[in-house]
């Protein structure tokens, strides 16, 4: 997969408390663990859990749902950012 901020996923499996058909977004890319050629990426839910999800992972958890183009300029900084954005209600589901 090539994803990139702002990419919008629904979960395929349940993850951290988000049931199946939930929408995150991708705030993160990384290189991959896996396969350094490629891109891990970061995905926020609803309810303020996020996630790492290599190639394989996207593959098994992750269907594509689109690009939200509200979110392709989201700047990452850490975690903390991500979380203290996120209680400010950056992200709308």
């Known amino acids: 997969m090539n994803s990139m901020t702002g990419d919008k996923y629904m979960l395929k499996q349940a993850v951290l408390g988000n049931p199946v058909g939930t929408i995150g977004y991708v705030f993160n890319e990384y290189i991959d663990f896996d396969n350094k050629n490629e891109k ?54």
Do not use: A, H, M
């Not at 790492?52 to 269907?63: D, M």
């Open 40 to 93: 891990g990426i970061q995905v926020i839910f609803p309810n303020g859990e996020y996630d790492g999800f290599s190639v394989k992972e996207q593959e098994l958890f992750l269907e594509f749902q689109g690009v939200d183009w509200r979110y392709v300029t989201y700047e990452f900084r850490n975690v903390i950012q991500v979380s203290i954005d996120f209680d400010k209600g950056y992200w709308k589901w």
